[in-house]
Structures are given as structure tokens and as C-alpha cells.
């Protein structure tokens, strides 16, 4: 179909009879509905109902055959069929329910360390980040410099399911040297020998992605320890 037009975040399609091509396909409204729940639940991961209904404006009630649809109804069907899994507030897809009761058994080693870009759709619900991991996350991309508090690129760390802390990173493209300037950790984080093996891991992992030939590790506190490690290519 062609694009007609965009409102309230929502891409508006031109006339069946303006299509190009000869077949035309309709997707049922709970077909679609379905996919954007899913879709949602595998970017931001277990929630409650109404982020889930909120990330994608799914929240709005719709029609099928005249009737209008309650979403929120809709969800509570699928609990009860088993498409959905509850956990006290928090819904989620059967998958995630799973790993989620594996986790206890896992050792710490087993875990990995990320560096999040501040668009990941884990960052998306500040609400979500707060009651889920008492992580205080705020872009400070777009805020004067002298009011930031963490820096201009401030990447999230996220190791296991807890996130530790965060970074403010820097790429000098001239001299193709990756910066960290500034690192902050959370009170509640204490680093293991596991811990700092992953960090290199993605350390080296990042600076490959952007073809960077230099690494400034900044104020990191086992900075002696990290070098050792990225000198061993690890990852």
C-alpha cells in the first residue's frame, strides 16, 4: 500500500483501489493486535498491563465487527488461556516467565555485562526502571552542559539483571580513539573477578564495532586489571 499520510503517530494507508500489486492481504484486528503485544513484551520485557498497552498506544479500545474491544479485557482472556503469563502485576510471555525462574540457579559468571545506548527500549519507562531495579536514568543529551549530571552520552550498565552503573562515553573520530570518561556505580554494587572479565569482554566487543584503534579507560577503578584483559583479546 502507499503511505497516505501520518496522525498521532500512526501511518495512514491510501485507498485498496490505489494499491499496487494485485493481491491484497487484511490482517484481522486481534492478529494485529496480538503482534504488538508480543512485539512489545520482547523490546521492554515483563511489565504491567498498562506499560504494555502504553508502549505501542495500544491502550485505545478498537473494533472487530462493530463491537468495541476493551484491550485490557483482551489481555486478561489470554491470562486465562495461558498466551500470557502473569507474575503479581507484571505480564509476561510464557518464554520470559521461564527464564525468569532460571534465573536463581545461574552462577555469577554465567551472567553478561551490556553497555545500553540511551534509546534502548529497556530505558524506554523511567517509572519501570525505578520500580523494577531502583535505577535512577535520565538522557542528558539534550540538557545544557553545565546542568548534566553524568555527561552528554551516559550508557546504562547492565550486568546480569541489575544495572551497576553507568559510563559517559566519547568517540574522537580523528584520532579514532574511544573515551570513557566519567564512570559511576551504584552503592548496592560490589565488582567480582566475574564481574570485570565481562566488562572487557564488551569493552573490546564495543570498540571493535565502531573501529576504533585507540581506548581511553578514564577513572575506572580496576583500570590496571581491565587493561590486562583487552591486551589478552578477550571476546
Known amino acids: 500500500m502507499l503511505v497516505k499520510r501520518a496522525k498521532d503517530f500512526k ?4 485507498l485498496t ?4 500489486g494485485d493481491k491484497i ?37 478498537f473494533k472487530i465487527d462493530g463491537e468495541n474491544i476493551n ?10 488461556d495461558g498466551r500470557l503469563q502473569q507474575i503479581d502485576k507484571y505480564v509476561g510471555l510464557k518464554e520470559q516467565v521461564e527464564n525468569l525462574d532460571d534465573l536463581p540457579s545461574k552462577d555469577s559468571d554465567e551472567f553478561n555485562v551490556f553497555l545500553l545506548s540511551p534509546f534502548d527500549n529497556s530505558l524506554w519507562s523511567r517509572e519501570a526502571l ?9 538522557m542528558e543529551i539534550y ?6 549530571k553524568y555527561g552528554y552520552y ?3 550498565i547492565l550486568y ?42 564488551t569493552i573490546n566487543r564495543f570498540i571493535r564495532f565502531h573501529n576504533a584503534d585507540n581506548i581511553e579507560l578514564g577513572n575506572v577503578r580496576f583500570k590496571n586489571q581491565l587493561i590486562t584483559l583487552l591486551e589478552c583479546n578477550l571476546g
Open 11 to 14: 501511518t495512514k494507508f491510501d
Open 17 to 20: 483501489e490505489r494499491v499496487i
Open 25 to 61: 492481504e487484511y490482517v484481522h484486528a486481534m492478529d494485529r493486535f496480538w503482534f504488538f503485544i508480543r512485539s512489545t513484551l520482547n523490546a521492554v520485557g515483563i511489565s504491567p498491563v498498562h506499560r504494555v498497552l502504553h508502549y505501542k498506544y495500544n491502550h485505545r479500545k
Open 71 to 80: 484491550p485490557r479485557n483482551i489481555l486478561k482472556e489470554w491470562i486465562k
Open 130 to 138: 525505578l520500580e523494577q531495579y531502583n535505577f535512577e536514568y535520565k
Open 143 to 148: 540538557i545544557p552542559r553545565l546542568k548534566r
Open 154 to 156: 551516559v550508557m546504562p
Open 160 to 201: 546480569g539483571t541489575e544495572f551497576v552503573g553507568r559510563v559517559d562515553v566519547r568517540y574522537d573520530r580523528k584520532i579514532r580513539t574511544m573515551n570513557f570518561i566519567n564512570w559511576y556505580w551504584e552503592e548496592k554494587f560490589h565488582k567480582n573477578k566475574y564481574f570485570i572479565e565481562k566488562l572487557a569482554i
